[in-house]
């Protein structure tokens, strides 16, 4: 019985994240745009679009992306095709992966005498369904998020590592997964070492010699990748609140408006580092406010749920009945102290930026308050076992739970998100692209990063584009942006699609628009938020 309701969950997890994965969200956004042209571009050219032969960190729309899911990403678009499927096809496997993983990892977590044989069975199983149907691991799944590969890799090394203490092999495994973790994501750099650091010291007495030597060559192969994707590090260093002008700009003044009035609170208070420490405080706490985690969640407009946060109202209340119960019994068996280390670390990516909190940074939090929620439900049963009412309403009121996020998502989210996404610019594309128009096609939106969809959704050859494409200065933000390459030229100004920038250009051949601007030719075609203008 155990066994077909495990098989379920995995069914309803693979059945959740991959069916309509080409249209749900209904178009990529641009650093999904950019890893799946990125991935097209090694396959033909061994090149990123850059011109970059096989490059460790990936500049893209501006940023430096991490490589592993690029690469990765060229099995699939190698099998399928350059299309939305192929870029979010790891995504969505890993979080099918997650999935299985919490279920084994908790059984491993909780195989112990001080907790029953058939607690952390139940345990595995509820952590499972938890993370099955859960918005924010299902939400994630379907978007090409690097985060979302790197926390499976996470995972799947956390209980190979557990396993490691009996076994070498798989020791050593768990080491090489947190490798390709820290390859993935650039959180990841961050949270995976403090992490490991002391995950470590709390098993130091089951360390070896032999576990130490492969510690210490996973510690060198760190230290190397640190190193590599400097540019990564460095670029993501202007994210966080260390660096950010507004955030300096705000302390020098607020302190020395403070310095005039009380010299002793502006040399204390208002002393640089508890300033600092005060705004990663705040930045962590609200990680775990309601606010984002049931309510709105994170700020960017890309990883909001419409209506909701990122859990279920039970999943908090049976969380903090976990944390609970696992307080009480930490001191029995200290392989739970992993589980109090991953809940106090997990926020620290997230609340040393400026965003905070922020869905993404802080993803390694997801698995983390679902098994403190199973753990809840598990402890919860002897209570309410006899209580078969209670037991229906909890059952009835997740149901309802489960049926609004899936409403939200799949009815409001794709009309929200519409505004912030290029919904029809892909059947746009293809539209123009099956008239072998003669002359240029305009697109607007320079600084959006525009030039990544006709690369991806026409499959634009990379060794043209590489040697073809006009390449914006860096703005204050050391964003870069292509404006013209083979047909295509992408502006911000109407007027430059009326006068081209070369008068040698000729009339334009076609003109793709949103909706809400305004144009003299005539309308050949409409998708979504864009029109095509065939003047």
């Known amino acids: 019985m155990k066994s077909k309701l495990f098989y379920l969950i995995v069914f309803l997890a693979f059945f959740s994240r991959f069916v309509g994965l080409s249209g749900l969200p209904p178009a990529l956004n641009r650093d999904e745009a950019g890893i799946g042209y990125n991935a097209y571009s090694l396959i033909q050219t061994g090149r990123d679009e850059h011109g970059q032969r096989l490059p460790l960190a990936f500049q893209s729309i501006g940023d430096y992306k991490m490589p592993l899911y690029i690469y990765a990403a060229t099995i699939p678009v190698s099998l399928f095709g350059l299309n939305d499927f192929s870029i979010r096809f790891w995504s969505a496997l890993a979080g099918v992966v997650s999935v299985i993983t919490v279920y084994y990892l908790v059984r491993e977590l909780f195989h112990s005498r001080s907790v029953p044989q058939a607690q952390h069975h139940s345990g595995g199983v509820l952590a499972a369904l938890l993370f099955a149907l859960n918005p924010w691991a299902i939400f994630y799944s379907r978007i090409a998020f690097e985060a979302n590969l790197a926390l499976a890799f996470f995972l799947v090394g956390l209980f190979f590592t557990l396993r490691g203490f009996k076994n070498i092999g798989y020791f050593a495994s768990g080491l090489g997964l947190f490798l390709l973790a820290l390859l993935t994501y650039s959180s990841s750099l961050i949270f995976i070492p403090v992490f490991l650091a002391v995950y470590f010291f709390v098993n130091r007495r089951q360390l070896d010699r032999q576990r130490l030597v492969f510690l210490a060559v996973f510690l060198s192969a760190t230290a190397l990748i640190v190193g590599s994707l400097w540019s990564v590090s460095a670029q993501k260093s202007s994210i966080t609140i260390f660096s950010d002008p507004a955030t300096i700009d705000y302390y020098s003044r607020t302190r020395t408006e403070v310095f005039d009035q009380n010299q002793f609170l502006a040399r204390t208070w208002w ?39 990122y859990f279920y109202p039970l999943e908090i209340v049976f969380a903090v009945i976990g944390l609970y119960w696992l307080l009480r019994r930490v001191t029995r068996n200290p392989q739970l102290v992993t589980l109090l280390v ?163 250009q000729g009339k334009p051949a076609a003109v793709i628009l949103p909706q809400d601007l305004n144009y003299q030719g005539e309308t050949a075609a409409s998708f979504g938020n864009y029109r095509v203008f065939l003047p």
């Not at 984002?292 to 990883?303: I, K, V």
């Not at 006709?454 to 499959?459: D, E």
């Open 342 to 504: 991953w809940l106090l670390l997990a926020p620290l990516p997230s609340a040393i930026t400026i965003d905070a909190p922020h869905a993404t940074r802080s993803f390694h939090l997801l698995p983390l308050i679902l098994i403190l929620s199973a753990l809840g439900v598990a402890a919860s049963y002897p209570y309410l076992k006899k209580r078969r009412l209670i037991i229906f309403l909890i059952g009835l009121l997740y149901v309802v739970n489960f049926s609004y996020f899936a409403y939200q998502y799949i009815t409001v989210y794709p009309k929200k998100i519409a505004g912030f996404l290029p919904v029809g610019i892909k059947e746009s594309l293809k539209f123009v692209n099956q008239k072998n128009l003669d002359g240029n096609i305009y697109l607007t939106g320079i600084h959006d990063s525009t030039y990544l969809y006709p690369l991806v959704y026409t499959g634009f050859d990379p060794q043209a584009f590489q040697s073809q494409a006009s390449w914006t200065k860096p703005d204050s933000a050391g964003l870069t942006n292509a404006y013209a390459f083979g047909q295509f030229v992408i502006v911000d100004d109407l007027k430059d699609v009326a006068n081209p920038f070369d008068s040698a």
């Open 271 to 309: 002393n640089k580092y508890v300033f600092f420490a005060r705004r990663v405080g705040d930045n962590y706490l609200a990680t775990f406010s309601p606010k984002f985690l049931l309510t709105q969640g994170g700020n960017h407009p890309w990883h909001q749920i419409p209506g909701m946060g």
